[in-house]
Each structure stands twice: as structure tokens, then as C-alpha cells.
């Protein structure tokens, strides 16, 4: 019993381990794992730079989702678990760094241009509350700003028929074209659903060409950082870089019939991309839509350009290694100190593998319950090829580390001196005069050297028929008795080993059970 009862703590314990672990521990692991990007001059971020927190694609789950209505058990859950794991990794590995600014890459909802006003009202108090923006008032006020993205507003075949979708994103996340400055760095917001649009003369195309053209290249004090919810073009089997771990996707665009626009694109054309970079000329690209890490190099007239397109913040988006980006942009101090030229530093950082610590749990779960159906009611010293590995254990160590040799029986005894008939002399052992050892069929008779056994086997008297009848009859109802006795006593066994495991099992939700919901309603109720 006490075996059972310091298994059922041990396993406590490490359940308690795991919980603490999964829930909090691997978000800190996250944050201490990454760092702001710095020059190799510099051991850590200048003051004079700015800090920029990069998310992409949350995507929040709605009723489009898994096609399960909205007063679903199982979307609701899985729209609180997702929710949970982006508010950690939010509140525990993105705003510990305390950003200047924090910048979404698009994709803010899932089904966003396909929900109703109530739908999408839902949809975006849950974003405030994932992302801590009904929490600005009582803080410091941080900068945040938004890129559309084609699961906020569509693409072009959508919100040319439906423009409510495009002003009910504005009335919320602002201009769906703009530019802001951070540091000494110009990032340049780019609608990029509509800059395919198959109607060539949308009016949503033209004003998004218009404001990139209204941009004056020309000025090289302030490098430009494009920021597109669509990547660039890139020519198929691009490779992406050591961070990806998914295939690569390779060029997909769809029209909708009578040139009535875009249904679909992974990318960019290469006619829109090409033009995007002449004429904004930027010192760095990013992207999202992807939802998985790709880092690629364009080549330009003006020299090559980087796109870090960056995957998915949240692990429901068919990435099992979510991420989010450090950027850094400031003024770089030249060799002579004198003149500021800008900089901009990246540092890509991965989130907690939700998916794995919840495999996690159910491994250790199915390990819990096998181990408490077949621990040993003693022990394991209890088992046989326990006992028998723990005494060749010992003798091997005795023959390691003992230290004493045994002697020869030949070299102990007493010795006399004998002389013969000529006189001469011996050394003769002298006989050791052993105890006489009784056995159940022999004994030694007589003396000296001649020893006489009995023979039992001779004398052994052969039974009658007639007894061996009613000894055969009275052994056959011991027998069953026996057996009956025998299978009460499994079952009395299996009952016992059952009620041992429900009750241990009982014990351990008692310890961890609250804690685990205590870690869940700290993380999710609004501080």
C-alpha cells in the first residue's frame, strides 16, 4: 500500500511539473530564447532605436472556420483554446520585449468578409481582448497598426460586389493605404488585395496606385520598408530558408468569369511586384498570408532587395511552429561618428509548439493510467526479474570491489611427518574430519572410507487401487474448491486494483485540476 501511495504522490508531481510547464513555463522558455536584434558592435539594442513587435495571420476561428454552427460545444472550445494560446503568447513572449510599436501583417479574422455585422462585432471584441487592446487605457499607450488582409475584406471578386466590407474594416482599423514613420525608417501600408485587381479600372485599384506613385522615392534620407499582406512574386520551388517547415507553395491565381477580379493568389504577380519595388525602392519587404516562415531575396536594378514573409502567430493555422518578429529601426553610427545612417534589424522568434505539449498531455496521460493498473501492489522489489537483476546487480559489484582473495581449500590443513620402511620421511596431510550431511533419501552408514545407502526406492511400497480410487475422488472436489477459491479471489484482486487506480486517479485531478484552471482564468481575465 505504501508503493501505491508514493506512486500516486510521485505521479502528482509530475503532473503538477507538466501543467506548469505547458501552461506558463514554455511562453517564458519563448521569451528568454529571443532578443531585440542588435549591430555586432553594440551587446544590445541602442536607445536610439525603435522597437517593433511583428505579428501575423491570427486568423481567429469563427463559424466558417470547420463548418460547425456558432452554438457549437466543439468550435467554442476550440475558439477558447486558440484564443488562449495567441493571449499567452501575447502577454507572456511579445510584450515582456516592451515594443514601441506593434505591427499586424493582415488576417485578423478568419471568415471576415463573409460574417454578419453581429458576427463580426463578436469577432472583433474577442481580437481586443487577445491583444490586450482593451487594456490601453489603464497602460501606456502603444502604437498598433494594421494591414488588411484577404480573410478581413476579400479580394477583388468579393468586395467589388460587396464595398460594405470595405468600410466596415476602415471604420475600425483606419486607411487600408498609408505610411508611419518609426525612427529614421518609412514603412509604406499596402492594400495588397487590390493592387490584382481583374477590373482594371476598380476604383479600389487605382486609389491604392495612386497613393503608392504619390510616394516620393527621391528621398534617401528616409529608407521605405514595404509592408503587404500578400507576398511578392517569386518563381516556383523558390527556396525559402532554414525556418520553413512546410512545402513550398508555388504561384496560384484565380479570375473570377467576365474579368469581374481575383477569387484567389498566393502571391503577387510579377508585372505588380516588379513595379512596387521600382517605384518604392524599399530597403526591406514583409508579408504574411503564407502562415509559414519564408525569407527570400529580389533581385532589383537598385540592388537586392529581402522579404521576410512571416508565419502565423497562432497554432491553429496549420503551422506547428508559430512565430512572431523583433525589428529594430534607428540611425546606425558610421566609423567616424559624425554622420546617421538608418538601419533596419530583424530577429525572427518561435512561439511554444501547442499542438506537441498537448500531445504531451495525452502521452503522459495513457503513461498515468497504465502505470497505475500495473504498478505492484509491493513494489517493484516485489518482482521476480526485479529480485533476480538486483542480486546480479550485487554480485557483480562484490566481484568489482571486493578486495579480500579466497583461499584454496588445498593450501589450509595440519601436515605430520611419516617415515617409511627405509627410513625416510614424509609430509602427509592429515584427513579433516567432515560433518555428516542427511539427506532425505541416503544416509551414510559404517566408517572410515565405505559408505552404505539405502535403497528407498526398493522398499517403497506400491498403494492399493482401491485407495488411489477415493484419493482421486476426494482431490478432485479439494481441486474444485480450490479453483473456486481461486477465481474469488482475481476478482476480489481486479475490484482492489481498480478501486486503488480510480482512487489515485481521484487524488491526482484533486491537486492538479485547480491548478490548471487557476492558470487558465489568470490568463484569460483582463488585468
Keep these: 500500500m505504501q508503493s501505491a501511495t508514493r506512486l500516486t504522490l510521485l505521479l502528482c508531481a509530475a503532473w503538477a511539473a507538466t501543467v506548469l510547464y505547458g501552461e506558463m513555463g514554455a511562453y517564458w522558455a519563448s521569451y528568454l530564447a529571443c532578443s531585440w536584434p542588435s549591430s555586432p558592435p553594440y551587446s544590445s539594442l541602442p536607445n536610439n532605436h525603435v522597437k517593433i513587435a511583428v505579428v501575423a495571420d491570427p486568423q481567429l476561428m469563427d463559424s466558417t472556420s470547420l463548418g460547425l454552427p456558432s452554438s457549437s460545444v466543439a468550435l467554442q472550445a476550440a475558439e477558447f483554446y486558440t484564443d488562449l494560446n495567441m493571449r499567452r503568447s501575447f502577454q507572456s513572449a511579445i510584450l515582456p520585449f516592451k515594443p514601441d510599436v506593434v505591427l499586424f501583417l493582415g488576417d485578423h479574422f478568419d471568415g471576415g468578409p463573409y460574417l454578419s455585422d453581429e458576427e463580426w462585432q463578436e469577432s472583433l471584441f474577442r481580437f481586443k481582448h487577445i491583444f490586450s487592446l482593451n487594456e490601453q487605457r489603464s497602460k501606456p499607450h502603444v502604437p498598433i497598426y494594421y494591414l488588411s488582409g484577404n480573410h478581413d475584406i476579400g479580394y477583388s471578386a468579393f468586395f467589388s460586389v460587396h464595398p460594405e466590407v470595405l468600410g466596415r474594416y476602415e471604420k475600425e482599423f483606419g486607411s487600408r493605404n498609408y505610411q508611419f514613420s518609426a525612427g529614421k525608417v518609412d514603412f509604406v501600408v499596402i492594400d495588397a488585395q487590390t493592387l490584382d485587381a481583374g477590373a482594371k479600372k476598380s476604383k479600389e485599384r487605382s486609389s491604392s496606385w495612386e497613393f503608392v506613385k504619390s510616394l516620393s522615392p527621391g528621398n534617401a534620407s528616409h529608407p521605405k520598408v514595404l509592408l503587404t499582406h500578400i507576398p511578392l512574386y517569386r518563381p516556383d520551388n523558390t527556396p525559402c530558408g532554414p525556418y520553413r517547415s512546410s512545402p513550398i507553395i508555388n504561384q496560384r491565381v484565380s479570375y473570377a468569369a467576365l474579368d469581374q477580379g481575383i477569387t484567389y493568389q498566393n502571391y503577387l504577380t510579377k508585372e505588380t511586384s516588379d513595379l512596387l519595388l521600382s517605384l518604392l525602392k524599399p530597403v526591406l519587404v514583409f508579408s504574411g498570408h503564407d502562415h509559414d516562415q519564408c525569407t527570400v531575396v529580389h533581385s532589383t536594378p537598385f540592388g537586392p532587395v529581402t522579404e521576410h514573409t512571416l508565419g502565423t502567430i497562432s497554432w491553429q493555422q496549420g503551422n506547428l511552429y508559430p512565430s512572431f518578429m523583433l525589428l529594430s529601426a534607428g540611425p546606425k553610427l558610421s566609423q567616424n561618428s559624425t554622420d546617421m545612417k538608418p538601419e533596419v534589424m530583424t530577429n525572427l522568434c518561435f512561439l511554444p509548439k501547442q499542438t506537441h505539449i498537448y500531445i504531451w498531455y495525452i502521452c503522459q496521460f495513457a503513461l498515468t493510467i497504465l502505470l497505475l493498473v500495473f504498478w505492484p501492489t509491493n513494489g517493484l522489489g516485489s518482482l521476480p526479474c526485479m529480485n533476480t537483476f538486483i542480486g546480479f546487480m550485487r554480485s557483480v559489484g562484490a566481484e568489482l570491489f571486493s578486495r579480500t582473495k579466497e583461499k584454496n581449500d588445498e593450501d589450509d ?6 617415515f617409511d620402511a627405509e627410513g625416510s620421511m614424509h609430509l602427509v596431510k592429515k584427513a579433516v574430519a567432515k560433518a555428516p550431511s542427511a539427506s532425505s ?10 559408505v552404505a545407502r539405502a535403497a528407498a526406492g526398493k522398499h517403497q511400497l506400491e498403494p492399493d487401487s482401491s485407495i488411489l480410487v477415493e484419493m482421486g475422488s476426494e482431490m478432485t472436489s479439494e481441486d474444485g474448491a480450490k ?3 481461486t477465481s474469488k479471489s482475481k476478482v476480489r484482486k ?7 487506480v480510480i482512487q489515485s486517479i481521484v487524488v491526482i485531478a484533486a491537486l492538479n485540476v485547480p491548478l490548471y484552471m487557476m492558470l487558465l482564468f489568470k490568463d484569460w481575465i483582463d488585468h
Excluded: K, N, P, T
Excluded at 533419501?441 to 565405505?450: F, L, N, T
Design 413 to 418: 590443513g595440519e601436515y605430520e611427518m611419516v
Design 441 to 450: 533419501d541416503s544416509r551414510a552408514i559404517g566408517r572410515g572410507s565405505v
Design 483 to 485: 479453483l473456486a477459491r
Design 494 to 500: 481486479v475490484l482492489q486494483r481498480l478501486f486503488r
